[in-house]
């Protein structure tokens, strides 16, 4: 099974942003929105037809799960997807004028399928699953926003994973957590990281990942 993990955070925190020092020519970056990378870097958009370039856009579950089940053969060790919770989000927009509950069935199934795949792709691949917060109506219990209550109830996408971080702003510093508060579903395996709370950067994360499970 692939190495997945999941960085929750509101937006503005980070979350994007701790790819910066990631080598672009190991990496899918799968966009579920169009939008510029905060930072500057050769991210090129990938070309289907030679299988070059970093950058893929899509909000499809199918699409996605396909590229992460490729991403070895075109060359990637490491696949990204960002904005995680616009897969759904785009799906509820485009058929919000549906009644009933059966589209929040099939919503809640694509959601899971990507996780799935990330869970179960090859052993050496990392999968990054970049994703905005939730919390209760009392602003408690933090974690991935999905879409209504009525997934939450039904999927807990986190517990499909065995690392879970969140993002940080304190003093200015951009922080991932990995450690749980006992108000959110932060969670690392037992060793991984020395401290509460590391620098936002993603490839320091994957280094720490593959050295702990020897990859």
């Known amino acids: 099974m692939s190495i997945a993990t999941a960085i929750i955070g509101n937006s503005g ?3 994007t942003a701790s790819l910066r020092d990631l080598d672009p ?3 899918l970056f799968i966009q579920t929105i169009k939008k510029p990378l905060p930072f500057k870097g050769d991210w090129q958009l990938f070309n289907s037809e030679t299988k070059k370039g970093t950058v893929y856009r899509t909000d499809n579950s199918d699409y996605i799960c396909a590229g992460i089940s490729k991403a070895e053969s075109i060359g990637k060790e490491i696949v990204i997807i960002d904005d995680f919770q616009y897969l759904m989000s785009n799906e509820f927009m485009r058929r919000s ?3 009933g509950y059966d589209k929040f069935n099939d919503i809640g199934r694509h959601g899971w399928d990507v996780m799935n795949a990330a ?3 090859p052993d ?3 999968v990054y699953i970049l994703c905005h917060s939730a919390c209760d109506d009392y602003g408690q219990n933090v974690r991935m926003k999905t879409v209504g209550k009525m997934l939450d109830e039904k999927i807990v996408l986190e517990g499909m994973l065995s690392i879970v971080l969140r993002t940080k702003v304190i003093d200015g510093k951009y922080l991932f957590t990995t450690q749980n508060d006992g108000n959110d579903t932060v969670k690392t395996p ?3 990281f020395s401290s509460a709370a590391i620098e936002n950067d993603l490839a320091q994360v994957d280094k720490t ?3 702990y499970y020897n990859i």
Do not use: F, P, W, Y
């Open 13 to 15: 925190t980070g979350k």
């Open 25 to 27: 020519e190991k990496v």
């Open 97 to 99: 004028q549906e009644k």
């Open 119 to 121: 869970v179960n792709a």
């Open 124 to 126: 050496s691949l990392r």
């Open 190 to 192: 037992m060793g991984m």
């Open 209 to 211: 990942i593959c050295e």
